[in-house]
C-alpha cells in the first residue's frame, strides 16, 4: 500500500516537473523571438543612424554653400560700394 502511494506521489511529482519543463521550453523559445524582434530593431536604428549622418552631411554641405554665397556676396557687395563710393581710394 505505502508503495503503491509512494507510486501516486512519485507520478504527480513529474507530471509536475514535466508541465514545468515545458513551460520553460515555451518561454525560452519566446525569449528567443523577443531577441530576435530586438536585434531586428537595432539594424533599423542602425540604418536610420546611417540615413541621419548621411541627412546630416548634406545639411552641412548645403549650410557651407549658403555661408560660401553669403560671404561672397557680402565681399561682392562692400566691393561695389567702395568702387561707387567718391571717398574711397579708389577714385
Given at each position: 500500500m505505502a508503495s503503491a502511494q509512494l507510486l501516486k506521489v512519485t507520478n504527480t511529482?513529474?507530471?509536475g516537473v514535466r508541465?514545468?519543463?515545458?513551460n520553460v521550453v515555451v518561454v525560452d523559445d519566446r525569449?528567443?523571438?523577443?531577441?530576435?524582434q530586438v536585434k531586428?530593431?537595432?539594424d533599423q536604428v542602425k540604418e536610420v543612424n546611417d540615413q541621419v549622418?548621411?541627412?546630416g552631411d548634406?545639411?552641412?554641405a548645403i549650410d557651407d554653400k549658403i555661408t560660401a554665397v553669403i560671404n561672397g556676396t557680402h565681399?561682392?557687395?562692400?566691393?561695389s560700394k567702395e568702387m561707387f563710393n567718391p571717398n574711397s581710394r579708389r577714385w
Open positions: 511529482i513529474g507530471k508541465g514545468i519543463a515545458d525569449v528567443k523571438e523577443v531577441n530576435d531586428e530593431v537595432n549622418k548621411i541627412v548634406v545639411v552641412q565681399c561682392l557687395f562692400n566691393r
